[in-house]
Structure formats: structure tokens, C-alpha cells
């Protein structure tokens, strides 16, 4: 079965265990490829900040999730372990970071194959082009935007705070999936 949202993914934490991302569903998430020693690793600040901004304003709707990837000049060469360190240490990310991945090629992360074919980037590229690329997901588990690296954290308030005001979607239920009954013969008076 072909993915069709966020909700269909369940890639590893840092500790190697899948997660359901369908977890999220109905909350707004921003996706980001990391990494710890690049140039745009300052934006871990910026990001954590947004975080914190956001969550302090609109609860739990909002959630950042970081995606580790040494596919760029090797620059998140460290273990899962390193990676939580460094961001915890240097930035005081409380975000969640997953486990390293490959975001390009043939062992790219599913979640990213996905991510790539819902929103191309400049000029139509799907690939990824560097870190600290931003995917937004909607409350529909959906992608909305899609930003490089060169795009600060800092920027992205405004169209999160968009994607947070439009309503979430409607949980499917027993009596929204059940056939409409047929109208009734008897007139009513």
C-alpha cells in the first residue's frame, strides 16, 4: 500500500525502535534534516526556540521532529547518542531528534521518499539539496511547504500559525461511516 500521509510512517527513534508517527495525527508538524556540524547548525536554536514559542501558545498542536542525516559533506558523522548529546548540550533541543537517516538515493528513509515526491523543491528538484531542509505537514497529515536550508526558523512562525488555525480533520466514526438510512414510504403528517 502507497503511503498517503505522515500517518503511514514508522521510522526509528535513536534508540533503533519504530515509532507511528500516526501519533501525531491531527497536530501540525515541521520535519527537518539535522546536522551537527555544519553551518546551518546554529538553526538547532531557532528551531527550539520556534518550539518553545509555539508550544507556549498552542499547546500540544505543535511538534518539531528531527531527522539526522550525514549525507552532506559527513557533517552528522556521531552516533544516535552523540547527536541527542550535542543537541541537548549545545542548543537545549527538547524537540524529538530520531535516528540517523538517508534523506537522498537509494536508502533513503521512506518518510523522505515521500516527503520529496509530495513537495519539490527549487527549480522542481525533489532531492534533497542540503541539512536543515523544512518540510510543514498539516493537521491532515498532508504536506503544506516545503523551505531550504537557507530559510531560518525564525521565518517559519507565520505559516505554522496558519496550518494551526484551519481545523483538524474529522475522525472517521461509527455513525459518520454507516450508510445514510433510506428515506422513509410512510408520510409523516
Same mark, same amino acid.
Given at each position: 500500500?502507497?503511503?498517503k500521509t505522515l500517518y503511514d510512517f514508522k521510522p526509528l527513534d535513536k534508540a533503533g525502535n519504530e515509532v507511528?508517527?500516526?501519533?501525531? %495525527?491531527?497536530? @501540525? @508538524? &515541521?520535519? @527537518? ?9 546554529? %538553526? !538547532? =536554536?531557532? &528551531?527550539?526556540?520556534? !518550539?518553545?514559542?509555539? +508550544? /507556549?501558545?498552542? =499547546? ?10 550525514? %549525507?552532506? =559533506? ?8 552523540? *547527536? ?6 549545545? !542548543? ?19 518518510? !523522505? ?11 522542481? &528538484?525533489? +532531492? *534533497? ?6 518540510? &510543514? ?32 480533520? @474529522? ?6 461511516? /454507516? ?11
Amino acid at each position: 500500500m502507497a503511503a498517503k500521509t505522515l500517518y503511514d510512517f514508522k521510522p526509528l527513534d535513536k534508540a533503533g525502535n519504530e515509532v507511528d508517527l500516526a501519533k501525531y %495525527q491531527g497536530k @501540525v @508538524v &515541521l520535519i @527537518v534534516n539535522t546536522a551537527s556540524k555544519c553551518g546551518f547548525t546554529p %538553526q !538547532y =536554536g531557532g &528551531l527550539e526556540k520556534l !518550539y518553545k514559542d509555539l +508550544r /507556549a501558545k498552542h =499547546g500540544e498542536d505543535f511538534e518539531i521532529i528531527g531527522f539526522p542525516c550525514n %549525507q552532506f =559533506g559527513a557533517q552528522e558523522p556521531g552516533s544516535n547518542d552523540d *547527536i541527542q548529546s550535542f543537541c541537548q548540550i549545545n !542548543y537545549g533541543v527538547s524537540f524529538p531528534i530520531f535516528g540517523k537517516i538517508d534523506v537522498n538515493g537509494d536508502s533513503a528513509a521512506p518518510l !523522505y521518499t515521500w516527503l520529496k515526491d509530495q513537495k519539490s523543491g527549487l527549480l522542481g &528538484l525533489k +532531492r *534533497i539539496k542540503w541539512n536543515f531542509e523544512k518540510f &510543514l505537514i498539516g493537521r491532515d497529515g498532508l504536506v503544506v511547504e516545503r523551505w531550504a536550508s537557507t530559510t531560518k526558523p525564525e521565518s517559519l512562525e507565520k505559516p505554522i500559525v496558519e496550518a494551526l488555525s484551519k481545523k483538524g480533520p @474529522v475522525a472517521p466514526t461509527a455513525t459518520t461511516d /454507516a450508510p445514510a438510512a433510506a428515506p422513509s414510504a410512510t408520510p409523516t403528517a
